[in-house]
């Protein structure tokens, strides 16, 4: 007979194998100009999961801003065209409605897109979390609505500079192939972050504060 102590012990053992292996999971595909993307593919979809990590010479409060100006998305954020914001609850939410351009023949996505904000002092790192909310707003006859989840993580650094981590599960909808998507998967990371580390840089978003930042 198996005691129970070696029992939950193997359990225990499957758990951490299986959390391990799961951490192992990401494929780095692109490392350039300071950026490196990952993918993943993911047990409950045909589509990769994608994350992308670069480390700046900026603050927090510069990255915050960025993110905050909604209306400025699409000067950055891979293939987004359109941009309109739907929601703001102070500094800690915001709901927005976005565009995106794909390849002729395939209909154009949107998405609804709620970040919540959540600053922890004790590392210094700023957490948004992504949720794409498939029925926040009607949908609209010529555009696909996409869902999914995912994050930014923006910490600072011991020597000062921002590492900033972004990751997303997206399920574009519609006829889109697999192939198709998965190939946006890791083009989507490295073109919004390069496009970030130069937006970034923009007069209006240096030098700014903010109340919970501390």
């Given at each position: 007979m ?67 100006d ?10 987004v ?76 650094l ?18 889109i ?38």
């Amino acid at each position: 007979m198996i005691s129970n102590g070696f029992k939950y012990g193997w359990l225990f053992f499957i758990l951490m194998f299986q959390t391990v292996c799961a951490q192992e999971d990401w494929k780095m595909v692109k490392e350039e100009k300071g950026i490196k993307v990952f993918t993943k593919s993911v047990s409950t979809s045909n589509f990769k999961a994608f994350k992308a990590i670069m480390t700046l010479d900026e603050s927090v409060q510069a990255f915050l801003s960025v993110l905050y100006d909604v209306e400025g998305l699409s000067t950055w954020a891979y293939k987004v065209n359109e941009t309109s914001l739907l929601k703001r609850n102070g500094d800690s939410l915001q709901i927005y409605h976005a565009v995106s351009s794909v390849p002729f023949p395939y209909k154009n996505r949107d998405g609804v897109y709620a970040n919540t904000f959540n600053w922890v002092a004790k590392n210094k790192t700023l957490h948004v979390e992504i949720k794409l909310l498939d029925t926040y707003i009607a949908k609209k006859e010529n555009l696909v609505r996409i869902t999914g989840k995912g994050y930014w993580k923006a910490k600072v650094l011991t020597s000062g500079k921002l590492e900033i981590i972004f990751e997303m599960q997206v399920n574009p909808g519609g006829e889109i192939p697999a192939w198709m998507a998965n190939i946006f998967a890791d083009n989507s990371p490295y073109y919004t972050m390069l496009e970030l580390k130069k937006v970034i840089k923009n007069k209006k978003h240096q030098n700014k504060s903010f109340s919970f930042i501390n």
